[in-house]
């Protein structure tokens, strides 16, 4: 398996499955001298942690990360950074149900396709508890690229939509109601909906709206690793994301050039922001903003039909204690992407200019 | 600048400005013995080419790649295939009103930022021209992945949208009209409202769907480069795209887990595809499928506002000859940048199971 | 810092101080399905440990390694290893006296020099510790490369020579003796010398030479990346290297090309193997063979000045436990670098060809 | 072929066969804004060139560099540098009779055993051809280091040495023979010792010295990319070269600790200097310096026997125009190789530290 290694020069490289001994990872590149608050660090855990609210899996995980290496007297040393999450709950029997049968729309078909054999002790490595290593070094990330501000929040709830332009929102409501939607309303609405999704043993999709501000300009390669590019893949990396869209996105489709094209102030900023932040792929110093869509959970509790190793269709049901709605969770993870896509390009642009 | 390689394995790295001497590339890791039909690839060059038809920009540009290494008696040697396509219509002179000032919605102004200077001529670097490049390398791509089909076709211009699945269509059809949209009906009305909006000096934008069959099992990598992560990345980085989405896409979000779901087949096949070819980050053999959004053309005929170097507001209007719509030509674009993401996991995946 | 991964397909990256909680990497690459003996990856681990006999370091660090992912059921999964050797002996008062000066040829000063500040404790990350990790990996990959053989010995320490072609020594011989010499003469003599160099409170270099046999036809890339280029860079990353060379070495500089061109039998074999089983950076089938050479260990007991952080001379000597001669335990670290080389090149390889 | 990129931020990709149309390269990762002197460029090269004097080749080759991208007036504009020498000499029948045999020593054997078939014109893409394109990028490279001072000289022929410390030579007496010896009286003795073995049919092996004054402290990364092991790969990586060294390199194998200690004046330099300019893997500011050692070129007139493709003994003779003694043109070559590796550290190098 390659790809478990995310940026080039501020570098995660993450291990570990939902039920092995420990998952973690491995920062390498973050420059020396910086001064982590690692309570920061568990905080951005603890968001996206199992347990936290009643609209998510009752799992119970501490999720606490212990850091082994790279870190001395409070400060960054610049060598690798080394850390671990140990799985404290590995209840490896609700899971013998999936050994050997395949889940509809998991991995499992096609990891036992790849590599012949998997671990199937609740998705191994394909379970979203992979993230979680990526939340604790992309809080890293944030602390590294301190003035910059990243906020994610839930933007839509199956079709329950959100109808406010990000700058009429406050984002200090984010983090004040178990959906992570800074809108009370619609929050409220969102969360009877999702208890209702759950009653019925369902799940339901959802879309979480990222918004950087503060970016430096410049950041961001021409060619292929345009800065929207490389958020566009960070995110779509994200377990059960389905699409990706920047700045006027899909609906920039029906514009006309004319209407589209963002007029400049004498300063350099823009009229509008069609644009999203990124010109020809390099920051352009105004808000960077962008819609990630999830997909609904495909582990469903009603019971269902499916196929086992050898071919036979077999009826079984979802067991265990599953997310009705993926996004309240996930927004710590887009948060955390984020911030690893700016903290590498930072650092890749400070050899750009003689 | 980095960032101007693309794949890992079957690796291309790209050279050239629009109106430089030349612009070209250099493919790495492509197989020996590969039979090329250089040919085809020049027919993939012209199916990108300006001037082919009256609903695109009319300058002339013969496009012509010439291969400088890496091919011996009609195969490939297994060394790195060099080629250039040399510059000959570079009207410099075209583009010394946007010397000193800063078109909108286009790079001029994060170029100058970014590199303290820039070749002003006709985007430089940033010039759509550069994917003429990745057009010839996808076209060795295509070629190396023999039976898999790739086709790209346009689905919407503006607001008008081509209401079809995609099994529903015949794709030999894409080639039969300049806007290549499969439907000729809805190719008709969109060829007719690209000639509008070219007369009134505007630009407008459009999708593209690609559909790819006889995928092989077991293609991607299951964390961060999951394959539509990489394909969206790949996409992403296309010029003028703002979104993509595979799958169930954006419209996935209002489903529920229970009708999401694709519920197996006793051969492994799914009776639905909602997943788009992808489960986990990897092919499962059904039909990948994706959407991707390009938003209108910035350079606009029509007068418009914007700022010089110093900041002061000038007068200016587009000059030269250009796309009204870009996705006609950017059609053999999003199929070689498939091609390039598929030929470079096939390697990769030679070397995952014992 | 950067530079903390090695390999590209089987690739390792690893993490830790010599003082901190662990140090430890994660494997990446390792295909499916390959059975791990992982007894003989802890006894390649204890061939590295101090205090193994009377001419190594008497530190007492049991360097047991845990493996945290990867591994289900006995076998690879093909998801990346996960792995932790934690730091049970961290006696770090015995280096508050190096903390606020530099030992001459130690990495101290350039440390605090390109980090502003550093780990000083045993040398933090710069310690021949994180070498641990290596043989980890290193074992685990002699493990995929089955039949391929691979023996390093100490051919040198100090003026004391093996005065034998390696096509005359018996490689079982290897581990009888404590210096790791296969001629128990030449050991004896070794062994002693090192015994009188520890008393005079002094070190002394060595030379190591490796043998792989049973190589495939066809490993290593023919420019950059050539099979000897990428051992020569494997075993001068490892500490106190200052030269490598392979087949005729140095020597062969002073031969004539009608002397050192390798004669080929009919069966594409060669008569005589100054080539040292590469040919154009690619192995020819025949044994590869190489020279290490090692300084002698830094670390003196011996009293000597030296300077403090603001350019102070000191009076200082080395404390703690340290190794006379580093050949002896290097051994192994120089055939798990040698394994790390060959596993990749082996994935690489097998995509090469139609 | 992977390998054909050198370094991860001033990075060149090269392509090109001996005999091919063209070879040629892109240098990607140059910062912006460097004023190029381009005639320095073709001087470079015309220190590697055939035919400059009596005791290299005398194939004559212009070897012309045209740059096709990434310069515009006169400065880099941070876009790839694209650049292509063309094979204006192609003899292609000069080497029909190595079509179906192998020289010995040569790669031809290899290629057909890892391609499959080979391009055997001249070797190919194993013909030190390539290397001009490394001089190319090695020269901007040069100028992109400024202050920096690469000096390579031949200090060794067969077995006639130059018994001088650098630290006794007149660098600007290098260019002042043709076998780039600093040292007058050895020079001649050299030059007539290499017109010997040519009229002999002959050729013969040789050493090249380099040192890298004016280093910056703190170049290189300290554990799998050090400074010394990326010179060593880069070294190794040149056609024929069998070993490399660096300070006191395998002499120092014999010196104990206490004498090879480079002990500390207050300033931070050091008394002695047998680490070579380099500790723990990063430049400390004093004088890098290395010996790579040069095999005797495979090709020698006098005849010889080989195999064919069948494995049949054939009797064949060198035929064309090749050299008697590769060291006097390597000599820009090892100075482009090592302009290339520092280049690279001194980018990544600017992001280490906050």
Excluded: W
């Excluded at 290694?5 to 995660?12: A, C, P």
């Excluded at 390498?28 to 936290?52: N, S, T, Y």
């Excluded at 799940?203 to 021409?222: D, K």
């Amino acid at each position: 398996m390659a790809g478990n290694t995310f940026g080039n020069s501020f570098k995660l490289t993450t291990f570990g499955e939902s039920h092995g001994v420990a998952i973690g990872g491995v920062l390498d590149g973050c420059p020396a001298g910086l001064e982590l608050d690692l309570e920061a660090v568990q905080k951005e855990l603890d968001r996206r942690r199992p347990g936290q609210s009643a609209i998510v899996t009752q799992r119970k995980e501490p999720d606490k990360v212990d850091f082994l290496s790279g870190i001395f007297e409070g400060k960054t040393t610049g060598t690798p950074i080394g850390f671990a999450i140990y799985n404290t709950n590995q209840k490896s029997k609700d899971y013998s149900h999936i050994k050997d049968s395949y889940r509809p729309s998991h991995a499992d078909y096609v990891y036992d396709q790849k590599y012949g054999f998997r671990d199937y002790r609740g998705g191994g490595r394909s379970s979203a508890r992979e993230t979680a290593s990526r939340v604790v070094a992309g809080a890293i990330a944030k602390q590294f690229l301190k003035d910059v501000r990243i906020n994610a929040f839930v933007s839509q709830v199956g079709a329950l939509t959100l109808d406010k332009a990000y700058t009429e929102l406050d984002f200090s409501l984010i983090e004040s109601n178990p959906v992570r939607c800074p809108d009370p309303d619609t929050a409220q609405r969102m969360e009877e909906y999702i208890k209702e999704i759950r009653k019925e043993g369902d799940t339901i999709g959802g879309i979480i709206t990222c918004v950087i501000q503060n970016v430096p300009i410049g950041l961001g390669e021409p060619v292929f690793d345009k800065l929207h590019a490389e958020l566009g893949k960070a995110m779509l990396s994200i377990n059960a994301v389905k699409g990706f869209e920047y700045g006027s996105g899909f609906a920039g489709v029906k514009m006309k050039g004319s209407q589209h094209n963002d007029q400049f102030n004498s300063d350099g900023s823009t009229k509008t922001n069609h644009s999203g932040g990124v010109q020809g792929g390099i920051s352009n110093g105004m808000d960077i903003y962008f819609k990630v869509a999830f997909k609904p959970v495909a582990t469903v509790i009603q019971g269902y039909e499916t196929i086992d190793k050898e071919g036979n269709m077999v009826k079984t049901k979802g067991k265990g204690r599953h997310d009705p709605c993926v996004v309240p969770r996930a927004v710590p993870i887009v948060e955390a992407m984020a911030a690893l896509v700016l903290a590498d390009y930072s650092l890749i642009n400070r050899t750009i200019k003689l």
